[in-house]
């Protein structure tokens, strides 16, 4: 069993950065493919970013790719996602939990922490 807990939403202006962690309970976390989904108002979730257990490959949406870097420690149990030069569009409840494959949700889900870009 490992549970996840996102942090580090907040609201910050177009063009900015911020980054958020991904802290796992449970000894098994480094053996996991993790990522990053969202969910933008009124929308569905969507695949964000995945990072192996051993950080040697890393994927993502076109929607973020060259902007948003992930990444993961495993001494730590966290994985990361920092955000740069965010668009409102970025706005939404982001998520991390265990894949499969690159992309498909497979362990459960927290409460998600809120990154809300202003214009």
């Known amino acids: 069993q490992v549970d996840l807990v996102e942090s580090g939403g907040r609201m910050v202006q177009a063009g900015g950065s911020l980054r958020l962690s991904c802290a796992a309970s449970?000894?098994?976390?480094?053996?996991?493919?993790i990522g990053w989904f969202r969910q933008p108002p009124g929308k569905g979730l969507e695949w964000v970013s995945s990072?192996?257990?051993?950080?040697?490959?890393?994927y993502y949406a076109d929607s973020v790719k060259d902007r948003f870097t992930i990444s993961r420690d495993n001494g730590k149990n966290t994985v990361y996602l920092q955000m740069n030069v965010v668009k409102p569009e970025d706005t939404a409840v982001y998520y991390c939990?265990?894949?499969?494959?690159?992309?498909?949700?497979?362990?459960?889900w927290g409460q998600g922490t809120q990154v809300t870009v202003s214009s």
């Open positions: 449970g000894h098994t976390f480094s053996s996991y493919t």
């Open positions: 990072i192996n257990s051993d950080a040697s490959k890393s």
């Open positions: 939990t265990i894949v499969s494959g690159t992309s498909s949700p497979s362990g459960s």
